[in-house]
């Protein structure tokens, strides 16, 4: 019956993330009684031009409580989304979009938006049965991204000296999916004895994101000569490639105009000299945030200066359609992370990301350093074929969630599932 697709109710709850902090879970449930449950994931090194969370600011959970959030949904979505169409997914987020009002989404938050705007999709692909990247992406969303597995952190994300947040690699050599998931834990296996041989079995505790965490070690070399060091040793040698979030935004001091490197400060040329130096180094494919958020045309130097390498812009795009399109103009970056609390609904990220294929720009889905075991993120990789996904180290249950729906989803896709490999900037 259509009544069926119509939404009963939207009712929201604090629940907690994988950094012990509240998150919102957002249940949309229609006439027929199907549930769709979502929930926000939440950055520690955000970009200033985000949507803005919801958060209590009062004593709990360190300010942290999202209960304000939770009485948004429960009161002013519920009687907004109540008697509409889960299938009308555009039509409902463009509900929300023109209810919040605001350039930042601060009426009515981020976390808010995401976690609805999914639940509505996921209610809607279990009304029509159909799993999540097949009702949002169709019947050819067939790609398999190339996990950028994350190794070892710098910066926000963990208590090591590097400065550099992330340092990831990427399986391109693999044939399938599943492959590349082996690789990438062996590999992370090995790397962990590796580095605790060499810097001490405080290596082995870890970061946000599963990441290992050798001490007193700032140079961006060693953590790249080791991983490759893990590489070989299990046999993988030329099947990955390295990829590195600098996540410059949160090493740029706006007095000096310079960055924090290594204890010293260095300006943007000598900062694209270290770039350029481990790029003629070593096989790095990818480099994510190299300058701060404000600083477009480095990330247009350098895009034009290393052509071969990816060039990613996070805090940069923010997920954000007007920010990649003066990107795009000037050609900064050639790269979008895409994380859709970013931005807020999913409609404004798919848009993000198909503006983004069109103007021949590649898109990686992200996690963010915070993530609950719902795995939406998966499912939106493979809908928009997308090619990449960062979701850190393949550890800790909430990356792992995200890992193992990507392999039963390529089980379910047969002889049609496609792992992007090497073509993971272009896939199809
Ligand atoms: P997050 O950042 O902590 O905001 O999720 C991760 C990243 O910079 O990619
Ligand atoms: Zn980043």
């Not at 009684?33 to 970009?47: F, K």
């Not at 990247?133 to 398999?144: E, P």
């Not at 492959?179 to 004895?193: K, R, T």
């Not at 190299?290 to 350098?302: K, L, R, Y």
């Amino acid at each position: 019956m259509e009544t069926d697709f119509l939404i009963k109710y939207v009712r929201g709850r604090e629940i907690i993330d994988s950094r012990g902090n509240p998150t919102l879970e957002v249940d949309v449930v229609t006439e027929a009684n199907v549930l769709g449950r979502a929930s926000a994931p939440a950055g520690r090194s955000r970009g200033k031009y985000e949507a803005v969370e919801i958060r209590d600011g009062s004593k709990r959970y360190h300010g942290l409580g999202v209960q304000k959030a939770v009485k948004i949904v429960n009161e002013t979505l519920n009687s907004l989304l109540k008697g509409r169409d889960v299938r009308l997914q555009r039509e409902i987020d463009k509900i929300l979009i023109e209810y919040d009002g605001t350039e930042d989404k601060s009426r009515l938050g981020g976390n808010v938006l995401t976690a609805t705007s999914l639940a509505v999709a996921k209610a809607a692909a279990a009304s029509l049965k159909l799993p999540l990247y097949k009702y949002v992406g169709g019947s050819n969303a067939h790609i398999l991204p190339v996990p950028m597995f994350l190794y070892v952190c710098g910066g926000k994300l963990a208590a090591t000296d590097l400065d550099f947040q992330e340092f990831n690699v990427m399986p391109t050599g693999a044939k399938t999916f599943s492959e590349a998931i082996q690789m990438g834990c062996e590999v992370y296996h090995a790397l962990a004895d590796i580095l605790s041989k060499k810097f001490g079995k405080y290596s082995l505790n870890v970061g946000d994101e599963g990441s290992l965490s050798p001490p007193k070690v700032d140079d961006p070399n060693i953590i790249f000569e080791s991983i490759l060091e893990a590489v070989e040793s299990q046999g993988y040698s030329g099947k990955f490639v390295l990829a590195l979030d600098a996540a410059a935004t949160h090493l740029f001091n706006s007095m000096s105009g310079k960055y924090r490197f290594r204890g010293k400060e260095v300006d943007a040329g000598e900062l694209m000299e270290i770039y350029i130096e481990l790029a003629k180094k070593f096989p790095l494919a990818s480099i994510e945030d190299p300058f701060h958020e404000d600083d477009f045309e480095s990330f247009a130097e350098i895009t034009r200066k290393l052509k071969d390498v990816q060039i990613v812009g996070d805090d940069l795009f923010v997920s954000n359609i007007k920010r990649l399109k003066k990107g795009i103009e000037c050609g900064a970056a050639n790269t979008i992370l895409l994380k859709v609390n970013q931005i807020g609904t999913l409609s404004e990220a798919l848009d993000t990301a198909a503006y983004a294929m069109r103007n021949n720009y590649s898109v990686l889905v992200s996690e963010r350093s915070a993530q609950t075991e719902d795995i939406w993120l998966a499912e939106l990789t493979v809908a928009i074929n997308a090619g990449q996904i960062k979701n850190g180290a393949p550890v800790r249950s909430e990356r792992v969630a995200q890992f193992n729906q990507l392999l039963r989803i390529e089980e379910e896709l047969g002889s049609a599932a496609k792992y992007a490999g090497e073509n993971y900037r272009s896939p199809i």
